[in-house]
Each structure stands twice: as C-alpha cells, then as structure tokens.
C-alpha cells in the first residue's frame, strides 16, 4: 500500500516542503537569467542612422520582446510569492 502514499491522500506537507523550495530556488534563477538578457537587449543602441525597413523593423522586434520579457518578469515573480506563501503556510502548520 505504500505505493499509493500521495495518490489517494496528499503527501506530507514535510514531504512538499524541500520541493517548493527546490522550485522557487529554480523560479529565483530564472528571473536572474531573464532581467541579465532584458538588460543586455535594453542596451542594444541602434543608431539614428538606421533608416532601412529592416532596421527599423529589427528596433521594433528589440523592443517588443522587451516588453514580452518584462510580462514574463511579472508572472515569475507572481510565481514565486506563490511558493513562498505555500512555504510559509506549510512551516505555520
């Protein structure tokens, strides 16, 4: 029967603990990894003599995925108070 521990009833909370914190360690170095790479597109200049179609359209997707980057940011960080408040509520138990 020990097989089924976790399908039929919850796992433990001391059992869920170690994996919320492995997940929000994860969720912690992936926002790192996304501000390093927002930060190095923000800084991408192009110059004001850019004046091709395809230069202006390269600035426009630089910019549009900045902002994509900035939404993902958002959920992250959303994602990760979700696991530090199911952290929090598993060690008050």
């Not at 433990?12 to 914190?21: E, F, G, M």
């Amino acid at each position: 029967m020990d097989r089924l521990d976790g399908v039929w009833t919850p796992p433990a909370h001391t059992d869920q603990l170690p994996v919320l914190r492995s997940q929000r360690a994860l969720v912690a170095s992936l926002i790192t990894d996304v501000v390093e790479v927002k930060r190095r597109l923000v800084s991408v200049d192009p110059s004001e003599f850019w004046r091709s179609s395809a230069q202006l359209a390269y600035r426009e997707r630089v910019g549009e995925i900045v902002a994509d980057l900035q939404i993902v940011l958002n959920l992250l960080d959303e994602a990760q108070d979700y696991l530090w408040q199911n952290i929090v509520h598993l060690e008050s138990q």
